[in-house]
């Protein structure tokens, strides 16, 4: 029995949608688990919350403490400024944490375990930082790649290291989710293999398929909380770089 852990991200198509320029665009596995994770953020916001009742129901005492967590981080890194940007951070977290809980769930899909979702994520902050940090602060905006008090003698070599550290963000900031991802999901499905296989292999097989078996449980669990971990970092991540938005002075 042979254990492919790779098959779990496989892109498949399930439907034609349009032909351009010779090429088609398909309706893929990827963009339905997308569309689920939004309609359920959709759910879960406003659906738990129409009521607003005094007293809350669990749901939406979830809505408001994800509200809350999102404000306070907003708050803490970029300043009651940030605010202006609750918007964008908001939809990153829950878009990240709905996503990456679903695919959790056997036999479903890893949105953010594909490079190209995370990079068009990370790729949508870093222009918003350079469109809105020029829009905000015209050419002091430069001032991010010129720390002060900085002797002029080395000077260059800072402003070179600054530049190159700010544009290998959106790089840092996709790989950090998609491997993390992509490399919990590979392990959790080796080790639920082994409890396949030895399970296949009767009595003796079962006796030794106790291990992998808690082994992957206890994965799970990890699994979990690496999902809302790196939903987090994500976000936090996306508040420091819009700071330098917002004060691109060191």
């Not at 406003?46 to 509200?67: A, F």
């Not at 400024?81 to 890893?110: A, E, H, R």
């Not at 930082?129 to 602060?137: D, H, L």
Request: proline share 4%; hydrophobic share 55%; charged share 10%.
């Amino acid at each position: 029995m042979a254990v492919d852990p790779i098959h779990q991200f496989e892109i498949q198509k399930l439907a034609k949608v349009a032909t351009i320029g010779g090429t088609d665009i398909h309706f893929t596995n990827s963009a339905l688990f997308m569309l689920i994770s939004v309609g359920l953020t959709i759910v879960l916001m406003l659906g738990t919350t129409t009521g607003r009742r005094l007293v809350p129901t669990r749901l939406q005492s979830v809505s408001e403490l994800s509200y809350e967590f999102i404000a306070n981080m907003i708050r803490s890194t970029a300043g009651e400024g940030g605010m202006k940007f609750f918007p964008l951070v908001f939809c990153l977290f829950m878009f990240i944490l709905v996503s990456n809980m679903i695919g959790i769930i056997p036999y479903t899909f890893t949105v953010s375990s594909h490079i190209i979702v995370t990079a068009a994520l990370a790729l949508l902050v870093f222009f918003t930082v350079i469109v809105y940090g020029f829009y905000k602060n015209g050419l002091k905006f430069f001032k991010l790649f010129v720390p002060s008090g900085i002797p002029i003698f080395i000077l260059p070599l800072i402003v070179f290291i600054e530049v190159l550290s700010f544009l290998s963000r959106p790089l840092s900031h996709s790989v950090r989710l998609f491997a993390n991802m992509l490399a919990g999901h590979i392990t959790l499905k080796v080790f639920a293999s082994f409890v396949t296989m030895l399970g296949a292999m009767g009595i003796a097989g079962w006796a030794g398929a106790v291990l992998p078996l808690g082994l992957t449980v206890a994965l799970t669990a990890l699994e979990l909380l690496v999902a809302f971990l790196q939903a987090y970092v994500f976000t936090i991540l996306t508040c420091i770089y819009l700071n330098d938005a917002l004060h691109p002075g060191h």
